[in-house]
């Protein structure tokens, strides 16, 4: 997660933690069919971080209705995990099996010397299970030069923990950053690329998902597009789902991440096919401005994440109904937001069933090309509008677009959404910054 303050929660346990998935009902076949508590078929929004100042029972029941469904890094409190069965909450559970952080890279390549196999059977001989219990923090931002020991670590825990899945989550592609040297930049990745690193990932880790952090307003909007892109075409090309880990707190004490900008993040990542959102931190983690502060009081955060997590869950029921095949930028030419990806931008999207998908004024809309999980050969669209990242100039736009197929329904975070029509067969709808549509193409 590349944050700053590790040091103070490294007593609770290694950041990191991995979700194992029931059989999607999907055209993709899954990675790994393991049954498990969280239900895959699902779009799961999770959270980092309870501190115990924030478990009682009317915290726990906040956190439900706040949207979250999962809470990670969470020790083995029996109290609140009763908590979190009464309302519907489960945990990725940290401290169960040896820690595990990549850091600055000093320790990569030295995971099997440390966290020997015969550590977790050791473990798993001292574990009590609780139905709250979805997964098994494993470790968090590991170099790929321990890739290969996860492997067999991952089989490992699958196979002691009948119940659970082993949750792992990986640098962002800054973790490289510029100001490193090129010995710090092989020792935190372990490859000389990002690609090859999640590449690696994917030869040696059998998960049947990808999940990585990525705090945009700690780093930059085209190293995240650049990010989206490598992870959900690995995703893709190996039949995993996506999960990601958002910022809901801020890394300037005197900057709260706006509700816009949680849109921002969470509509992006979903039109790169993401199937777990992850806010960090709800409470005291790393940074400031988390969902409640240091006395357990909700800040302004917390209404926030409210609203966003009803407004993906609005969307989600539909969207989930597809899996992304491909993302493509639209009317980003003129803007600085795919600098340095070599990522190119198109004046208006055509898939041979929709074209000419834009927005009317040009504005830049980030699409993810979807198809039916069902196998009926349906399709769909996930377009978000990305004129504005930083929420500064929020403004109306209109969505234009032409469809060869028989029936076309479009759907908000708050239900269906009218569409026009044209004479001539143009389609349109209201899409200001920072919203997003789903449009579903019924086949012929």
């Known amino acids: 997660m590349n944050r700053i303050v590790i040091a103070a929660i490294a007593l609770a346990a290694t950041f990191s933690c991995a979700f194992a998935q029931a059989p999607l009902k999907t055209g993709k076949t899954p990675y790994v069919t393991k049954e498990c508590r969280m239900d895959r078929n699902r779009l799961n929004i999770g ?71 015969s550590k977790y059977d050791e473990s798993a001989g ?7 219990i979805w997964g098994i923090d494993v470790g968090d931002e590991p170099s790929a030069l321990d890739f290969p020991h996860y ?19 990986l640098y962002p592609n800054y973790a490289s950053v510029a100001k490193n040297t090129e010995d ?47 992870v959900a075409d690995a995703c893709a090309g190996t039949a995993r789902g996506m999960w990601i880990v958002l910022q809901v707190n801020s890394l300037k004490p005197e900057v709260w991440t706006s509700l816009n900008r949680l849109r921002f993040q969470a509509w992006t990542a979903m039109a790169f096919g993401a ?28 209404d926030k994440l409210k609203k966003v997590n009803s407004e993906i869950r609005g969307l989600s029921e539909p969207y989930m109904k597809y899996h ?8 980003f030419d003129g803007t600085p937001w795919l600098d340095g990806t070599g990522q190119k931008s198109v004046q208006a999207f055509d898939n ?19 198809l039916s999980r069902s196998g009926d050969g349906s399709r769909a669209l996930f377009v978000t509008s990305a004129d504005d990242p930083f929420d500064e ?34 389609y349109s709808c209201p899409l200001a910054s920072n919203e997003a549509v789903l449009i579903e193409l019924s086949s012929r």
């Open 184 to 230: 710090q930049t092989r020792n935190q990745l372990g490859t000389t690329t990002y690609t090859q690193h999640i590449a690696e990932y994917c030869k040696n880790v059998p998960t049947d998902y990808i999940c990585y952090d990525f705090y945009v307003y700690s780093s930059k909007v085209p190293l995240m597009y650049d990010n989206l892109r490598i």
């Open 151 to 169: 492997g067999k670590v991952i089989e490992k825990v699958e196979q002691l923990f009948p119940n659970q899945f082993a949750y792992l989550n």
């Open 47 to 117: 959270t980092y971080i309870l501190q115990p100042y924030a478990r009682t029972e009317a915290h726990v029941k906040d956190l439900s209705e706040c949207g979250i469904d999962f809470v990670i890094c969470l020790d083995n409190d029996r109290k609140t995990l009763d908590l979190f069965s009464k309302y519907g909450v489960g945990a990725v559970v940290s401290g169960i099996v040896p820690g595990w952080w990549g850091g600055d890279g000093d320790n990569a390549g030295k995971m099997a010397q440390t966290n020997p196999l």
């Open 324 to 331: 992304r095949v491909s993302s493509c930028f639209v009317g």
């Open 275 to 302: 199937e777990v959102i992850t806010w960090a931190c709800y409470t005291a983690g790393w940074w400031d401005n988390q969902v409640l502060d240091a006395k357990g009081e909700k800040t302004q955060q917390y």
């Open 352 to 370: 041979g069933v929709v074209s000419g998908l834009q927005a009317d004024d040009g504005s830049p809309l980030v699409v993810g090309d979807m």
């Open 393 to 426: 100039a929020h403004k109306a736009h209109v969505l234009l677009f032409k469809a060869d197929c028989r029936d076309v329904k479009a759907t908000g975070p708050y239900g269906e959404v009218k569409l026009g029509l044209t004479p001539s067969g143009w």
């Open 126 to 132: 001292r574990f009590e299970d609780h139905p709250a």
